[in-house]
């Protein structure tokens, strides 16, 4: 065999132990994501359950990234301090060791027969999770058979002179070896595949101990460079805190150790004579200990972080996203809620249009005028933002809850956009026809258009709530809201004719704006109403395809 055709080989055994890791952890997001969440946020009350959550999250998921994501999305809301984040993170790193651990052990026979099991799964006529635990048992069986696959293939060039010599370099300098294993694992984003195949190539003799301690160092490090890079949400610097923390922790400890390695090296091979399981035992061991060094001293540190970081006091441009996280999107649990923050946003945007409308209505001011239809710019830029996120996620990585869920978050941003178009292509320039032309309402009806004006702010906070809890009683409120702003509207309308019946001062020209204001709030409504609460009740079989009766239709 050539060595050309060993390097494909080698590249394709590589390729499919990532694949594998990369089935284990999508797997795992689809059945078990929403909970680890719920898990990761319950714990981050108090450092020391948070550290266990880490531990546990990120050995279910296999990806400290991932598990970062959750918890950086938590931080960067303001949900939680920076003390108990920074102590997932080390849980994360402890965890991320122990699938590695595990398959330091000789367990390739396995692998067929998690194949089969996965096979079995994914193919069978059931629910979702059936599948996703399918694809989490193939992913498993070819991370098994890509490792013993190269084992075997280094076996025969264990002394081949052109291997040695090439890694003679690696082996002689350990800050090189601990560079090229940190750009590789930022390059593949796995540290769990890196650190596999560093043993692989420690047990058949390629590289000595000391220099696969140094590339397992380097994968340390390298791992936590991506959220640094990807995982800061918006300019905010504060946002980038715990990446940044994270790195910082790691890069002192990768120094440290590398100043000490000769030493370390000869007591871990002491320990434990084989060199994949020295290699999986240098690694673990490494984040318990930096764990333990760094657990005490959080609270300076995390006072550091904010010193190095403050956050951005000046307001930032209101069009532009704050959750939208790119590196979110190979997490699609954390990209959905980052999704669903950024569409409240929309719910608070349109609140500040209805209350500028409603000083319109009353002032008759140019500038609140021109302020409020600005706004609508930002509503039009989110909904886009949105929208161009939420279609860029890669719909195989998407359970059937998730794919409903972004159906209900662009529908939310749709419907919040569309009513904002109202408020500025109708609502708004009656205010200034008002103003321009000094036409006066009575009393009465100023009273009945600011009273609906403040029941359309009162249904969108309710709808902001329900597109976040879910709850079929609330939406049930908010469609019955509907048929009540419309017996408003019909009564406002009768009042207003009984006035100009009675020769009341309203003319002509007042009436039709009159009726025009409210025929326009009536639009708003129903897109408040059909963001939120159509959703839930359709789901439920809640929701009628038409008011109007068969008899009806009939005739």
């Not at 009575?442 to 709530?465: P, Q």
Request: aromatic letters at 6%; charged letters at 20%; a negative charge.
């Amino acid at each position: 065999m050539s060595f050309s055709i060993t390097l494909i080989d080698l590249a394709g055994y590589v390729a499919l132990l990532l694949w594998g890791t990369h089935m284990v952890q999508t797997g795992i997001q689809r059945t078990f994501g929403p909970k680890l969440r719920a898990v990761l946020g319950g714990a981050l009350r108090n450092r020391f359950l948070a550290v266990l959550a880490g531990i546990g999250v990120t050995a279910v998921l296999q990806s400290s990234t991932a598990t970062g994501l959750m918890v950086a999305g938590f931080a960067a809301g303001g949900l939680v301090e920076l003390v108990p984040a920074l102590a997932v993170m080390l849980g994360a790193n402890i965890g991320t060791t122990l699938i590695v651990q595990v398959l330091s052990f000789d367990v390739a026979a396995a692998a067929p027969a998690l194949i089969l099991i996965g096979f079995v799964l994914f193919r069978r006529d059931s629910t979702t999770q059936t599948h996703d635990l399918g694809r989490v048992f193939i992913g498993l069986g070819l991370m098994l058979m890509a490792l013993h696959q190269l084992l075997q293939l280094m076996v025969p060039y264990e002394d081949a002179p052109s291997l040695r010599l090439m890694l003679g370099a690696v082996a002689t300098t350990p800050v090189l070896a601990a560079i090229l294993a940190a750009a590789f694992t930022w390059a593949v984003h796995s540290s769990v595949a890196v650190v596999l195949l560093v043993m692989s190539l420690a047990a058949n003799g390629v590289v000595p101990p000391e220099s696969a301690f140094a590339l397992v160092l380097g994968a340390n490090l390298g791992t936590a460079i991506n959220p640094v890079l990807e995982g800061a949400s918006g300019d905010d610097p504060a946002n980038r805190r715990l990446p940044v923390g994270n790195l910082l922790a790691r890069g002192l400890g990768v120094v440290a150790v590398l100043a000490a390695l000769e030493p370390i090296g000869e007591w871990m091979v002491t320990i434990d004579p084989d060199n994949a399981r020295a290699v999986a035992d240098f690694h673990t061991l490494f984040n318990v200990v930096l764990a333990v060094v760094f657990f005490p001293l959080l609270t300076p540190y995390s006072k550091l972080l904010q010193r190095l970081m403050p956050r951005r006091v000046d307001p930032a441009d209101p069009s532009r996203p704050l959750y939208l996280d790119a590196a979110a999107r190979e997490t699609p649990i954390v990209a959905l809620g980052g999704a669903a923050r950024e569409a409240m946003r929309l719910a608070d945007v349109l609140e500040t249009m209805l209350h500028g409308a409603r000083d319109a209505l009353v002032k008759g001011d140019r500038k609140v005028i021109a302020e409020t239809r600005r706004m609508d710019d930002v509503l039009d830029h989110l909904n886009t933002a949105i929208k161009t996120y939420l279609t860029s996620l890669d719909p195989e990585s998407l359970s059937e809850a998730d794919h409903r869920r972004l159906g209900e978050i662009l529908n939310f941003a749709m419907n919040m956009e569309q009513a904002g178009d109202v408020v500025d292509r109708n609502l708004l320039p009656h205010c200034a026809k008002r103003m321009k032309r000094g036409l006066e309402f009575s009393k009465e009806g100023e009273a009945e258009l600011l009273a609906m004006m403040d029941r359309l702010a009162i249904n969108l906070r309710t709808a902001a709530s329900l597109f976040m809890t879910d709850d079929r009683r609330a939406a049930r409120l908010l469609v019955d809201e509907k048929v009540t702003f419309r017996d408003l509207e019909a009564a406002a309308t009768q009042s207003h004719f009984d006035r100009l019946r009675a020769g009341r001062r309203d003319t002509a020209e007042t009436s039709a704006l009159h009726l025009d204001l409210l025929r326009d709030m009536k639009r708003v409504n129903g897109h408040i109403v059909a963001a939120a609460a159509y959703p839930v009740l359709e789901r439920s079989g809640e929701l009628l395809p038409s008011r109007v009766t068969d008899g009806e239709q009939e005739g």
